[in-house]
């Protein structure tokens, strides 16, 4: 948890905000760095996950590319530092100038998810003179075995390119010059637990592979995406996810080719656990049957609890008395603006503070400013002491 001195200094701070700890992200970034990239492996961040500049200049110097979907992103990402050759644009409806922006700085590649799709981008391509190099973003038809709205990889998704259209998709390609097929591309969901169905996706990418290469075209980038989970339950315990399993399972299971390189694009397993959303006890209210404690902040700063049932461990930094049951609910005026229901914490009173952990993915990124609420300042461990 938090040692003393933090505690101190968010005392100090106006309240809710968010908080990460960089010795975390540095240790989770070594990690990939042992696991991942020293395999040959290349690994785009996320931009979705989170998009503070002083945490993607980490991450980059790390030695990852980027993974963005917006044009804000791919914006974003250069002024972080991260070079165009090393970011990827994805996105199941990119808008003309979004791909007219990733044009112009010649990005890595687009990953295109429908016919549509790569019609415009040719034609934007025709009118700069230039050739863009495409990843077909392929729907293999896995059960990631997440929440229904972070599922991505089935059929009745809207992500991606269906086993049925992608001979008719090959077939146009010749004709489409201003384009140039470099890989496929996969994504099957996100906070994916187990490995069984990163296994199941190895052996769909082999499979797609083998078809389109036997179709003469010569694919550099097997791109499998991301989804690796974190441990919402016990963040101390497991700051960093197992990167020697997950990277291993895919060394084991994926077959490239000679010329082929591995690409993934990790959010939630880089930056999950670094950051928590610190708050405020405002009021404690004892109803007939349930305790409430009500902290200033709601699911304008987190989300996750009222959209996904996601559910954050939630630590007491100013009690530690005996413990209590509480729904701990923010003051939005919304039933779902609950971040737990029925948790044990110590007794709390007016003015404790609370971190609510594993909130540096999708966290901030997901800010709204729903009920006019204002953003506070974020922080940084570095900034302690
Ligand atoms: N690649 C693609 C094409 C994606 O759609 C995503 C996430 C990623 C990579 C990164 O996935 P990760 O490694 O973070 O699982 N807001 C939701 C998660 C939405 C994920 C969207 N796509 C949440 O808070 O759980």
Redesign the pocket.
Known sequence: MFPSEVTDFFKAQKTPFYYYDLDVLNETLDQIKTHGLSKGFHIHF?L??NNQPKILEIIKKAGLGA?C?SGGEIQRAIDSGFNSEEIAF?GVGKSDEEMKLGLKHDIFCF?CESPQELEVLNELAGQRNTIARIALRLNPNVEADTHKY?T?GLNENKFGINASDLDDMLDKLPGLKNLKLIGIHF?IG??IEKFTPFEELCTKANALNDHIEEKGFELSVINV????GINYAHPNDNSVPDFERFFGLFEQNIKLKDHQQLHF?????VVGQCGSLITKVLFTKYGQTKSFAIVDAGMTELI?PAL?Q?AHRIDVLTSSGAEETYDVVGPICESSDTFRKDISIPKVERGDLVAIRSAG??GEV?RSAYNLREANPTFYSDEVG
């Open positions: 996320a979705k996950a993974d979907v994805a990953n972070i991505t994504h996100s906070q995406g991301g989804g690796f694009e990790l959010g939630r397993s996750r996904y996601a993915a999708y997901m």
